[in-house]
């Protein structure tokens, strides 16, 4: 029964990839990236409701509410195809950190309606969640946001800082400290006392500085507080690194094989220069590259898609699996650029859509040291308390 399960769901992810792949490459030419580059807010409306046609905006999202209840294996072929044609659309911001954030809030009013809205493609809710200038500091669970309680109504004062989407977003998940500890809040777009301002980033997409002043809320816009919200935060974090690292990794075998393919046709010395020795050395390293993080990242998918999973092993492994596709996409990129030569660096090169957003997401929420870092601390903490 287990075999015949298994290859069923493989027969409708090679589906799910295939028209994920034909939908993109048709309806998201690389030239739709390069001329939304620095056009605000960085991505189309219009074709996240085709997304939405598609029912991808609706993968992660309970049936009850108008969703499919897919896996994270689905959505990453969703997530892949996307990015083998570099779309801007901020699909894993929007449909996993903060969808999958709403999810694991609980279920109330608010986070019904919106997951809802989500799933039809209707409203596009953004996480605002950290606050150190370079990002370096934050950490799930932590907030200098204020939030203060006003008889039946909620008060915040803060400021945050690398919100994606930067702009369009129809409102935010802020994280904040109240009486009872960590919360999460969602305030709308044009709530009073909400500034935003936009941060253009190396890929022409937007991040967001979000400085809120005062703003008030009703008190059913408190989605979740103290240990439920830090438990929440934590998990829809470790979720969304796991699928930037599946974007990451789609950059990865694109870069290479345009590498692959310059190498075959630049013809030097009379024959391709793919045949140089040490040009194959570098293009095997890139491919070990890819290989491992392909390795790290069938675990940790199947590591979300466990229901018995334990949270630290999540934690760890999401923090593991990032590291690994940061540094990947690093690498790979520059090395993509020099095996390129002096077309490599010329914007005009469709190599250097892929490198500018390998830049984006190796950092966005913490780049390689940060998440091995974060993974040491994970690691270390569990086997103190197996000792104890």
Request: proline letters at 4%; one cysteine or more.
């Amino acid at each position: 029964m287990t075999t015949t399960h298994n290859s069923e769901r493989a027969e409708q992810l090679t589906m799910l990839r295939e028209s994920a792949l034909s939908f993109v490459t048709k309806e998201s030419p690389l030239n739709r990236a390069r001329a939304l580059r620095q056009q605000m807010p960085g991505y189309d409306r219009r074709f996240w409701g085709a997304l939405a046609e598609q029912g991808w905006t609706g993968l992660l999202v309970p049936e009850q509410l108008g969703g499919y209840a897919q896996g994270f294996t689905e959505m990453a072929e969703v997530v892949a195809a996307l990015a083998t044609q570099v779309a801007p659309e901020p699909v894993v911001p929007v449909l996993v950190f903060a969808g999958r954030l709403l999810a694991h809030a609980g279920a109330n009013e608010l986070s019904t309606r919106l997951l809802t809205e989500l799933a039809e493609g209707r409203t596009l809710p953004a996480v605002a969640w950290q606050e150190d200038v370079t990002g370096t500091k934050d950490r799930p669970g932590q907030a200098a946001t204020r939030l203060e309680r006003q008889a039946d109504a909620l008060l915040l004062n803060g400021c945050k800082r690398h919100v994606r989407p930067g702009a369009g977003a129809d409102g935010y998940i802020v994280s904040a400290t109240g009486p009872q500890g960590l919360a999460l809040v969602w305030v709308q777009a044009d709530a009073a006392g909400l500034t935003l301002s936009g941060q253009p980033l190396a890929d022409g997409s937007y991040a967001a500085q979000i400085d809120l002043n005062s703003v008030r809320l009703p008190a059913s816009h408190l989605l979740a507080e103290g240990a439920a919200a830090e438990a929440a935060l934590t998990r829809a974090y470790d979720e969304t690194l796991v699928l930037t690292s599946v974007e990451l990794l789609a950059l990865v075998r694109s870069m290479l094989s345009m590498t692959q393919g310059y190498l075959r046709a630049r013809i030097q010395f009379g024959k391709p220069i793919g045949t140089f020795q040490s040009l194959q050395h570098r293009a095997v390293d890139l491919l070990l590259q890819q290989e491992l993080t392909v390795s790290v990242m069938e675990q940790a998918l199947a590591l979300l898609d466990d229901p018995d999973a334990d949270a630290n092993a999540r934690s760890a492994m999401a923090s593991r699996v990032k590291s690994r596709a940061s540094d990947a996409g690093l690498q790979v990129a520059r090395e993509a650029v020099q095996l390129h030569g002096a077309i490599g660096v010329t914007d005009e090169y469709d190599l250097g859509l892929y490198l500018q957003r390998a830049l984006v997401l190796s950092a966005w929420l913490g780049n390689g040291t940060q998440q091995r870092r974060r993974y040491a601390n994970l690691t270390q903490n569990a086997t103190a308390q197996e000792h104890a």
